[in-house]
């Protein structure tokens, strides 16, 4: 039997309170912790059958995967939403009922996030191709739920397959709705939710405005199929859609989208599941996300309901003894900028911020995301700073205003992604000009 490790904190909020203990036996499905009590926060569910045997900080399940599940109770669809425990599944980790409490003004609109903004990351497109019904019926649940006059699905124009299948499931599933796709350039970040207001809506709102200030509501692709699943058929948040790639034993450099992994799952079982992982010393790191905001991870780390992505990263070169680092609010924060150059082998010399990274709370926004003013100055100054190249995280516009200074200052350029990119055989993120297209 296996044991799956469950959080009691996946998102945004406070930690779910266990409402299990050692030795009970769940289903698949069953309620193991509740969402805490006058706190921001979800439920959380077992995504297996079997004996709960611990819940100290993480419930600990030995069990297997049953393919019944035990169903949510029949209730008003609000209620069933917030009931699943289902949260923003793009990253965020948001508790998604709370988004769809409240109707729209007048004209409101819903917005599906289906750019599958991330390099690699493609089980969002895998679940369009395939299910595109779901995804469909989702928006046209959350358009009722917040009284939305439109529904969009933005997606990126090059993906050809899931938008011909949206397309098709848009005409036959609309039910007289104001429903249509908005394509996308292929630019990152065009997946910020900021960035889609901006392309879908016309406007661009300021680093601290929420989507519902242009009466909109932004939603990943994921997070609308699953909330079909948890009205429909009363199916609470236990499977996550992923991708895994990179440095993989069976399948070295492949790029491969996974539908309905059991959250719980440990990241040393998911690579076993597609071949494992080749020997500790050939990959650089795993990744847990996507190349750009992904984090560093373990094999013994569980998947939980943010997981997007599994990357089993390139072996890191032998970098400069002094590198500069470059924060994009879009991308890796200082403190990944960091983890990287000493995995590299460098000092860091100097830290500068893109001029368009705003201060927001205990982060960064971008003013205007992917499109980028110019690095240069701040090139210079990492360069008087004693910088001998530069390490950043910028998005693709920024990149490229980074590539028409840094290599004229004599400054080779690192990027963040590199060694994710690297390991699935596509090309470096340097200056990109396709995207204008």
């Known amino acids: 039997m296996k044991l799956w490790h469950y959080p009691l904190r996946q998102g945004v909020g406070a930690p779910a309170v266990p409402v299990v203990q050692p030795g009970d036996h769940v289903r698949r499905g069953a309620l193991i912790a509740a969402a805490p009590a006058d706190a921001l926060g979800a439920p959380i569910h077992a995504s297996v059958t079997g004996l709960v045997r611990s819940t100290e900080g993480t419930i600990v399940i030995e069990g ?18 917030r009931a699943s425990g289902l949260i923003g599944l793009g990253g965020a980790g948001f508790p998604t009922w709370m988004k769809y409490r409240s109707p729209l003004p007048a004209g409101g609109t819903v917005i599906v996030n289906a750019a599958e903004c991330e390099p690699i990351l493609s089980h969002n497109l895998l679940r369009a191709e395939r299910q595109p019904d779901g995804i469909v019926r989702g928006l046209c649940l959350a358009m009722d739920l917040a009284q939305a006059a439109h529904g969009v699905i933005a997606i990126k124009a ?3 397959a899931a938008v011909r299948a949206l397309e098709t499931a848009i005409a036959h599933g609309a039910g007289g709705r104001d429903i249509s796709l908005h394509l996308l350039r292929n630019l990152y970040p065009m997946g910020e939710e900021r960035a889609l207001v901006r392309e879908v809506l016309g406007r661009l709102l300021p680093v601290t405005a929420l989507p519902l200030e242009a009466g909109a509501i932004v939603s990943n692709a994921e997070t609308i199929y699953r909330l079909h699943e948890a009205v429909d058929l009363g199916k609470p948040l236990i499977d996550k859609d992923l991708t ?8 070295p450099g492949e790029i491969l989208p996974l539908l309905d992994v059991p959250i719980g799952r ?16 050939s990959y650089g790191e795993l990744l847990m996300g996507g190349p750009f905001t992904g984090h560093r991870t373990t094999p ?22 002094r590198i500069g680092l470059l924060i994009c609010a879009c991308s890796a924060d200082e403190a990944r900028l960091r983890e990287v150059a ?13 001029k368009q990274a705003l201060p927001v709370k205990a982060a960064r ?19 008087k700073a004693g910088a001998e190249a530069v390490l950043i995280g910028n998005c693709t516009d920024c990149t490229n205003t980074v590539m028409s200074c840094a290599p004229q200052l004599g400054l080779p350029v690192y990027h963040v992604t590199d060694q994710a990119l690297r390991a699935v055989n596509e090309r470096l993120i340097r200056k990109i000009h396709e995207h204008i297209a």
């Open 365 to 383: 926004k971008c003013q205007n995301p992917g499109i980028c003013p110019g690095q240069v100055a701040k090139i210079l100054a990492l360069k």
């Open 158 to 160: 090059i993906h050809t």
């Open 244 to 251: 895994v790639a990179g440095k993989l034993r069976a399948h």
């Open 64 to 81: 297997e995967r049953a393919e019944d599940y035990e169903k949510l109770a029949p209730a008003a669809p609000l209620s069933m939403l």
């Open 342 to 354: 000493a995995s590299l082998g460098s000092e860091v010399a100097g830290v500068a911020c893109c």
């Open 266 to 281: 440990s990241v040393a079982a998911v690579f076993a599941d597609v071949g494992g992982l080749p020997p500790e010393d």
């Open 300 to 321: 013994a780390t569980p998947v939980v309901k943010t997981t997007g992505g599994l990357i089993a990263a390139e072996c890191f070169p032998k970098g400069p003894a």
